[in-house]
């Protein structure tokens, strides 16, 4: 049985196969339908729902991807519980400011929507109340990555947009999503629906097991005892196994109780100090850790995904299943980020970049769990530029991604290169050659405008002696190597630019800089 | 009935209201409150069977057998179907056969359907239809819808218009001839890239088995009685015995005018063989797989120009990639046709449409139907001739605008209001002080050598009504309850785009009502009967004509009993806020007119009909009047670009367009602003890709990308309509069609790109920028630009002329 709050009301559901999302389980069992199904891919939006871990704040959810197990203890908001039939309007604010601002039309992406929305309005409401000032510019950013991962096709999201900008200004009121136990009114038509879709409960009924361990121990006796059963944490990436290649999953093994992994704590390795982040670290709870400390790496964060991804997807999770296009281990790598792996017989420490083999190869063993990753602390005048390509600059994958770190020496050049990339080779992993002629060059002199044909050509031979890329789906083998060695005068100018950061009006180097300046 | 319902709550009701011209639509609330129920939403009875397809897996091959046998013991497994077991019609095409329901023979494209399993659960039918063993013989595959058109592997014959400026008929060496004679000659080649629709609700189907032959079956579809036409077929049946249903569409976009009759025939087939309630949902990459897209097309052209940069000549060859079936391709293509011209006399003209056959899905309608990749040569071609004459592309665009003495078409018909073009590119150019932002553009660009920006006015004119002539047709059913209440039903379906709101209005206005006081209720065959597709962006126009035209009969009928009934004369007597006005002011309320007719026994429905007048056109001399009227629009786009890395923004459009007298400004505005972002997205970042084999690869959103809320900066978008200019034709209030024509608005992008990446030579070359220009073109575009301005360097800039 898994026992959960559902739009206020405690719920019990009989234990379905590990796998059953909780989209399927909502639209079938528990007969709300108001959530929808988009894609079952976690790319769309359409089955967004609030979810309260307990302990943790309401964030937001693809129901597609979270096994229905996950539910347990858990607080459930579908949008069958926003209207709040007590009122004297039975739309929430939410809802009245889609309603005003002709924000829907076919409605389909709606109901996602209205939930991303009305996690927003109680965040946006939460902040202001702990005196963050949030100006306009400020709320502008929270929507686009509210709304980041929530497609609309038929609108082109003006109206989307100006109904979070005046719900934020407080035009409907104060948000309504706010605490546990709040008794929405449970909709007739739910359960009108449940009944006539009871005799679908055949497809959840369970076989396998859902083995959710609290303490460490346990987890790595359950890795021992049942090797060939995925761990999963956000399941962002594990449950694209279970809703597009249909694979039936006979037992899943659920990280996120454990709680040694889900922290973050300061500490040492290697004679230099830093934090050991748990694998189950979400990209949320990482994000302040980076802001503060590697803001250029906050910035990529906020282009990881969606909200719904980044609230659940983990950083063990991305750096386990060794994705070459994965956004989080290029900048691992830069910054010499080590991997501390555990298992019943001891654990071992290794550097990241050396724990990729192959495409999809890693030196994890089949008992072993990765327990924890360590980041240093940025040193005195550490430098790092990041620069993700992608096909659509928010809520996609990387063509590919560069992250460039260096230090200024005394007399302000650039020194000790570790530059990584995603998206150029089966796996994450540095570029020597290019770290050898960057400590070559004084990339200071190397403005685009001045950059000469030779020196161009020697970036994009170093280039091509570290990577040899495919062609695929998301970019060619031609682009992928100009790109790359493109980033080399992106990243000379905004050093020429830091050099000379009095002088007025210097070229930008990138649309990115534009777009901050702007 | 015995007694009638009491009056006393209306009475006391609020006054009555006309519906303020930009009512919410009807479903607002439904939707975001999740109640607003889709196909699959609905209540299964029990006893449902779940559907899935088996897909091939290769894209041309004979099929040799199928051995089912595994999918058959799959647990949970109830019944396979294959071609065999059709009891009627083999093939769905939906104007030329080509479509194979289940393919009994030959495979044409990977992912078509070969057989179709009915489970207990979805999971079990989707796992099992994994287990069949298909085996084929591979025939040679083609990809390249050139390589086919070399070949002569046609869906359908080539077709041709071709005219001189002096109106007589053309050959293509006639207009060659005038070619050479030309001031100045340019030729250029152009790949435009299709379009998935990306509904965000899949094709949908739950068919449910009634009596003997009968069927009802709920379909996510724009076009119910073509489906009803289809399962009958299929099934062998009296269309009389089948019922389509459509209440909404989680978005169509022309997606689910022909493609969504498979999945509600392959329901209604289980739903007929086992007596269970079928319902059919495809998962996204089985949908993205198995159903057309827009059309992709190759575009060759010349034009001669004279010094002015005035187009006298223009010689237009597009090629369509239909995929393996005609489907709609004949149409599409003739659109293509119909609007290679956009917003421009073409002086001597041919222009010639060719429909290659390739292994892929049947390419399909996608809102715009070929006119947006009709536009794109034409407006490729405006910059062209500016960067060969050292001019501004606007200067161009005016020049070659219709305009006194040239306002005829390639096809022989007049443009009718053809000065609001003009009337739109200059309002535009004056607000969004096109002059002034050119010259700071230049500025910005001058001071920065890595980050470009770029700007782009460009207009669009679009035909309104179905090429087709007898689709220009619609009915509406309107009845009035004894409580005052009235429900409409009419031929068109709502897809989001307000259709029902629309059509609502219309009913108010004529009736005199509050909107509450009018329901529409679904689509339904049994209700208004052979009805067109919601398509051609002519739903409102048609069906607001019918409804119209049923409301009109109805209030005449009532007029006419009321001056009888109360003894007043006729002509006095109006509807109007709820109540029946006299000479001397309120007689009765709505309600109590209605239950007084009702006992004198007046008929209190009524049905109505349109048919569009004055169409015509002759496809053997390829002239005509093919379009009713003309739809225009314009809009302003800038845009910024990072040379080294592709990436690009979208920083401003300003739109001003042309819906004539706007039945509801909200609801048109939401179309222009939502088709603009949608054909940004065709022309930027929607990129198809197959790979060799012809297996789609871009088959989900991972890796189709569709525009996200940041692609649409906060303000970017700014959307007027154009006032004072109803339209000439005497449509529906003298208002126009609104939902495809703003989808051109977004070729304002792309060529703003093309602005950018030309002034990495100082404005002097323009290049080619394939569609869709995702990062990777526009970086390798901005490569050769670079490349060619670095052997061009010492030639020296000849500055683009500005008008002062």
Same mark, same amino acid.
């Given at each position: 049985?898994?026992d959960?709050?559902?739009?206020g %009301?405690?719920r019990?559901?009989?234990?379905p ?11 079938t069992?528990? +007969?709300?339908t108001g959530t ?8 769309c939006g ?11 704040p309401?964030t ?6 979270m096994?229905?197990?996950?539910l347990?203890d858990?607080e459930l ?13 039975s ?8 309603v005003?601002t002709?924000a829907?039309?076919?409605g389909?992406?709606t ?6 929305l ?5 965040d946006?409401?939460?902040r202001?109340?702990e005196?963050?000032?949030?100006d306009?510019?400020?709320?502008d ?5 509210a709304?980041?991962g929530n497609?609309?096709?038929c ?14 200004q ?10 546990s ?13 449940s ?7 055949s497809?959840?009924e369970?076989?396998g097991?859902?083995?959710r ?10 890795r021992?005892?049942?090797p060939?059963?995925p761990?999963?944490a956000?399941g ?8 597009q290649?249909?694979?039936d ?6 990280t996120?109780?454990v709680?040694a992994l889900g ?9 230099q100090?830093g ?7 979400t ?8 802001r503060? %400390? ?12 969606s909200?719904?991804i980044?609230?659940r ?7 386990g ?9 290029p900048l ?17 420490i290794l ?7 192959d495409?999809?190869?890693?030196q994890l063993m089949p008992?072993e ?7 240093p602390?940025?040193?005195?005048? #550490?430098?790092?530029a990041v620069?993700?390509?992608s ?6 994958i990387?063509t590919?991604?560069?992250v460039f ?7 302000g ?11 150029m080779?089966?796996i994450?992993a540095?570029?020597?050659h290019?770290e050898?002629?960057?400590?070559r060059?004084?990339?200071? *002199?190397?403005?685009?405008?001045q950059?000469?044909?030779?020196t161009r050509h020697?970036i =994009?031979?170093a280039?091509?002696?570290?990577f ?10 031609e682009y992928?190597l100009l790109a790359?060695?493109?980033l080399?005068p992106?990243?000379?100018q905004r050093?020429?630019n830091?050099?000379h950061?009095t002088a007025?009006l ?5 649309l ?7 | ?9 209306d009475l006391?009701?609020?006054?009555a ?5 930009s009512?919410?639509h009807?479903?607002?609330?439904r939707h @975001?409150s ?6 699959d939403?609905l ?6 069977l779940h ?8 894209a ?13 013991a799959a ?8 071609a065999?077991d059709i009891?009627g019609h083999?093939?769905v095409g939906p104007v030329?056969?080509g479509d194979?329901?289940l393919?009994?023979?030959?495979i044409?494209?990977h992912?078509q359907?070969l057989? @179709? ?21 591979p ?5 390249d819808p ?6 002569g592997?046609? @869906?359908?014959?080539?077709h041709?218009?071709a ?8 050959t293509r ?5 005038r ?6 000659q340019l ?7 299709? #379009?998935e ?6 094709q949908?189907a ?9 069927m009802?079956v ?6 119910p009685?073509e ?5 009958a ?10 019922t389509?249903?459509?209440r909404?569409?989680?978005g ?17 087939l289980?739903a ?6 079928a319902?059919?949902r ?5 949908d993205?797989?198995l ?10 052209y010349?034009?001669?120009?004279d010094d002015?940069?005035?187009i006298?000549?223009?010689?237009i ?20 046709m119909f ?9 001597n003209a ?14 399909t ?6 006119g ?7 407006e490729?071609?405006?910059?062209d001739?500016?960067?060969r004459?050292?001019?501004d592309p606007l200067e161009?665009?005016?020049?070659n ?15 009718n #209001? ?6 739109l590119?200059?309002q535009?150019?004056a607000q969004?002080?096109y002059w002034?932002?050119?010259?700071e ?8 050598p ?8 460009t207009p ?5 009504s ?16 004894t ?10 379906? =709502? ?12 009913a108010?206005?004529e009736l005199g009502?509050?909107?509450d ?8 065959t049994?209700?208004?009967p052979n ?10 126009d ?6 119209r035209d049923?409301?009109?009969? /109805? ?9 009888e ?8 007597l109006?509807l ?5 006005? +006299?000479p ?5 309320t709505w ?13 209190l429905?009524?049905?109505?009909f ?12 390829g002239?005509?009047?093919p379009?009713?009227?003309?739809a225009f629009?314009?809009?302003l786009?800038?845009?910024v670009?990072d ?5 690009y923004r979208?920083?401003s459009?300003e739109i001003?367009h ?25 022309l ?6 197959w ?6 690869l871009?088959?989900g959103?991972a ?11 906060d303000?970017?978008i700014?959307v ?7 339209n000439?034709a ?9 939902g495809?024509?703003?989808f051109m ?7 703003? /790109?093309?602005d950018a ?12 920028l ?21 052997? %061009? ?9 500005v008008p *002062?």
């Amino acid at each position: 049985m898994i026992d959960f709050t559902l739009n206020g %009301h405690a719920r019990r559901l009989p234990a379905p196969a590990p796998g059953t999302t909780t989209l399927e389980a909502l639209r079938t069992s528990l +007969g709300h339908t108001g959530t929808k199904e988009g894609c079952a891919s976690g790319d769309c939006g359409a089955c967004t729902i609030a979810l309260q871990v307990p302990g943790q704040p309401m964030t937001t959810v693809n129901a597609c991807l979270m096994p229905a197990h996950q539910l347990q203890d858990c607080e459930l908001i579908t949008i069958e519980g926003l209207s709040n039939e007590t009122a004297t309007s039975s739309l929430s604010p939410v809802q009245q400011a889609l309603v005003t601002t002709h924000a829907s039309q076919c409605g389909f992406c709606t109901p996602g929507i209205a939930m991303s929305l009305a996690v927003l309005h109680a965040d946006h409401q939460l902040r202001s109340a702990e005196g963050e000032s949030l100006d306009a510019a400020r709320r502008d950013q929270m929507i686009d990555h509210a709304l980041g991962g929530n497609l609309c096709r038929c609108t082109g999201y003006r109206p989307i947009r100006e109904a979070a900008h005046r719900l934020l200004q407080g035009e409907f009121g104060p948000a309504t999503l706010l605490s546990s136990g709040q008794a929405a009114c449970q909709p007739a038509t739910g359960e009108a629906n449940s009944a006539s879709r009871r005799e679908r409960d055949s497809e959840l009924e369970a076989s396998g097991t859902f083995h959710r361990p609290t303490r460490l121990e346990e987890l790595l006796a359950l890795r021992a005892a049942h090797p060939q059963a995925p761990l999963i944490a956000g399941g962002t990436d594990l449950m694209l196994e279970y809703t597009q290649r249909l694979r039936d999953f006979p037992a899943l093994i659920d990280t996120t109780r454990v709680a040694a992994l889900g922290t973050i704590e300061e500490g040492e390795h290697a004679g230099q100090a830093g934090w050991w982040i748990g694998a189950a670290v979400t990209y949320r709870q990482l994000m302040p850790l980076l802001r503060e %400390h590697y803001p250029e790496g906050a910035d990529l964060l906020t282009r990881l995904g969606s909200e719904q991804i980044r609230n659940r997807g983990t950083l063990g999770g991305n750096i386990g299943n060794a994705s070459p296009i994965g956004d989080m281990p290029p900048l691992l790598i830069a910054l010499e980020a080590y991997l501390q792996l555990m298992s019943v017989d001891g654990e071992r420490i290794l550097k990241l970049e050396d724990f990729f083999l192959d495409y999809k190869r890693t030196q994890l063993m089949p008992d072993e769990i990765i327990h924890s990753l360590f980041l240093p602390r940025p040193v005195h005048n #550490q430098r790092l530029a990041v620069h993700k390509l992608s096909k659509r600059r928010d809520d996609d994958i990387s063509t590919l991604l560069g992250v460039f770190a260096w230090r200024r020496d005394a007399s302000g050049h650039a020194q000790h290169w570790r530059v990584a990339f995603g998206g150029m080779a089966g796996i994450p992993a540095r570029a020597p050659h290019l770290e050898a002629l960057l400590s070559r060059e004084t990339l200071e *002199s190397l403005t685009p405008a001045q950059l000469d044909t030779l020196t161009r050509h020697r970036i =994009e031979q170093a280039i091509q002696a570290d990577f040899s890329p495919l062609s695929d789906v998301r970019g060619s083998r031609e682009y992928r190597l100009l790109a790359a060695s493109h980033l080399v005068p992106r990243v000379a100018q905004r050093i020429h630019n830091e050099r000379h950061a009095t002088a007025p009006l210097m070229p930008l180097e990138s649309l990115d800089a534009y777009l901050a300046q702007s | 009935m015995r007694t009638l319902h009491s009056l006393e709550s209306d009475l006391s009701a609020t006054p009555a209201t006309h519906a303020s011209p930009s009512h919410q639509h009807e479903s607002a609330e439904r939707h @975001v409150s999740g109640t607003a129920r889709y196909v699959d939403d609905l209540p299964l009875p029990a006893g449902t069977l779940h559907l899935a397809i088996g897909m091939s897996e290769v894209a041309h091959a004979t099929l040799d057998s199928l051995a089912l046998d595994a999918v058959r013991a799959a647990p949970g497994v109830v019944c396979v179907l294959s071609a065999s077991d059709i009891p009627g019609h083999r093939d769905v095409g939906p104007v030329f056969p080509g479509d194979p329901l289940l393919v009994s023979d030959r495979i044409s494209h990977h992912g078509q359907a070969l057989f @179709v399993v009915a489970a207990e659960s979805e999971r079990a039918a989707r796992q099992a239809a994994r287990l069949a063993k298909v085996a084929v013989t591979p025939l040679p595959l083609t990809l390249d819808p050139c390589q086919a058109a070399s070949r002569g592997d046609l @869906v359908r014959p080539t077709h041709t218009q071709a005219r001189l400026a002096n109106g007589r008929a053309a050959t293509r060496e006639s207009v060659s001839e005038r070619l050479a004679r030309s001031a100045w000659q340019l030729d250029g080649e152009l790949e435009s890239g299709g #379009q998935e629709h990306f509904y965000l609700e899949s094709q949908a189907a739950l068919a449910l088995p009634g009596e003997d032959d009968e069927m009802l079956v709920h379909s996510s579809s724009q076009h119910p009685s073509e489906v009803q036409k289809l399962i009958a077929e299929v099934l062998g049946v009296p269309f009389h015995a089948i019922t389509v249903e459509t209440r909404r569409m989680g978005g169509g976009f022309g997606g689910k005018e022909t493609q969504a009759a498979p999945v509600a025939c392959l329901a209604a087939l289980v739903a007929r063989r086992t007596g269970r309630a079928a319902r059919l949902r495809l998962p996204r990459n089985d949908d993205m797989r198995l159903t057309g897209k827009r059309h992709p097309f190759h575009h060759r052209y010349q034009f001669g120009v004279d010094d002015s940069g005035r187009i006298d000549t223009a010689i237009i060859e597009l090629t369509g990639d239909c995929g393996h079936s005609p489907d709609l391709s004949d149409a599409i293509v003739d659109r293509a046709m119909f609007h290679a011209d956009n917003a421009y006399y073409l002086g001597n003209a041919h222009v010639r449409g060719i429909r290659a056959r390739t292994n892929v899905a049947s390419n399909t309608a996608f809102r715009g139907f070929g006119g947006p990749q009709g536009m794109l040569a034409i407006e490729a071609a405006m910059e062209d001739i500016a960067r060969r004459l050292g001019r501004d592309p606007l200067e161009i665009r005016k020049r070659n605008l219709y305009c006194e003495g040239r306002e005829t078409t390639h096809y022989g018909q007049h443009v009718n #209001q053809y000065p609001l073009l003009t009337t739109l590119i200059d309002q535009l150019e004056a607000q969004g002080d096109y002059w002034a932002r050119r010259a700071e553009i230049r500025a910005f660009n001058a001071a920065n050598p890595v980050v470009k920006k770029g700007l782009a006015l460009t207009p669009v004119k679009f035909g309104i009504s179905f090429t087709a002539k007898h689709l220009n047709q619609a009915g509406a059913l309107v009845h009035v309850y004894t409580d005052g209440s009235v429900q409409v039903n009419h031929g068109g379906t =709502e897809m989001g785009q307000g259709l029902h709101t629309k059509i609502t209005q219309v009913a108010v206005r004529e009736l005199g009502l509050s909107v509450d006081r009018v329901r529409i209720t679904a689509t339904r065959t049994d209700k208004v009967p052979n009805t067109s597709p919601t398509a051609a962006s002519s739903g409102a126009d048609l069906n607001g004509m019918a409804t119209r035209d049923a409301c009109l009969r /109805l209030k005449a009928r009532l007029l006419d009993f009321a001056a009888e009934h109360l003894a007043q004369p006729r002509a006095s007597l109006s509807l109007d806020d709820g109540e029946l006005h +006299g000479p001397s002011g309120v007689l009765m309320t709505w309600g109590e007119l209605i239950q007084a007719a009702y006992l004198e026994r007046i008929s209190l429905s009524e049905k109505g009909f349109y048919a569009t007048p004055d169409i015509h056109y002759d496809r053997e001399s390829g002239t005509g009047h093919p379009f009713y009227y003309y739809a225009f629009g314009a809009a302003l786009c800038e845009v910024v670009v990072d040379t080294l890395s592709g990436e690009y923004r979208l920083e401003s459009a300003e739109i001003l367009h042309d819906v004539g007298d706007s039945l509801n400004p909200a609801i048109d505005i939401g179309q222009i602003e939502g088709g603009f972002v949608q054909g940004m997205g065709w022309l930027t970042t929607e990129e198809l890709k197959w790979n060799e084999d012809g297996r789609l690869l871009t088959d989900g959103p991972a890796t189709y990308k569709i525009p996200a809320i940041s692609d649409v900066p906060d303000g970017a978008i700014t959307v007027r309509l154009l006032e004072g200019h109803p339209n000439s034709a005497a449509s529906i209030y003298r208002s126009k069609a609104v939902g495809e024509p703003p989808f051109m608005l977004a070729i304002s992008v792309w060529a703003a /790109l093309r602005d950018a990446l030309a002034s990495l030579t100082d404005y002097r070359r323009a290049v080619r920028l394939d569609t869709p220009a995702t990062p990777e073109r526009v970086m390798l575009a901005a490569r050769e630009q670079r490349d060619w301005q670095e052997q %061009h360097a010492t030639a020296g800039a000849e500055p683009t002329q500005v008008p *002062s």
